[in-house]
């Protein structure tokens, strides 16, 4: 199961980055963000909703915004620690590179919940 999960996130990921768009059908009903780790923006989201608030979010701080995922690494049955490039634009034509991690929790074919880290070695951490 801990591939099938990795190949869900990445799946998810890559249609995101194509469309911009995210399939609901693929959050469970009790889905948390848990961004409470985050230097800017320290939250937690739940829901589809949760989710549409969190990148409108990114939408009104950034010009500009690329969520790069560097690897897929499985932990367990239902973890998958994603590392990602973030590259964002700002209103003043200034880019700033960051990375994070976060660690998804897939339950049933669906995204139950994801908490970001400030780096890798946090979120493997976190994951056993």
Known sequence: MSQESA?????GFEEFLRTGEFDPADF????????????????TYRGVEGVR?????????????RFEPEEYI???EE????????????RDGIETVAHSAVVYTVREGKLA????????????????
């Not at 608030?53 to 915004?65: A, C, D, P, T, V």
């Not at 994801?114 to 056993?128: P, V």
């Open 7 to 11: 190949d869900f996130v990445r799946r």
């Open 28 to 43: 469970d009903d009790e889905y948390e963000f848990d961004n409470s780790n985050a230097m800017i923006d320290a939250a």
């Open 53 to 65: 608030e969190y990148l409108s979010l990114l939408r009104q701080m950034w010009e500009q915004y």
């Open 74 to 76: 499985p932990i367990g």
């Open 79 to 90: 973890q998958v620690v994603v590392p990602i490039r973030i590259t964002a634009v700002g």
């Open 113 to 128: 919940h994801a908490k970001a880290f400030q780096s890798k070695t946090d979120a493997l951490e976190a994951a056993g």
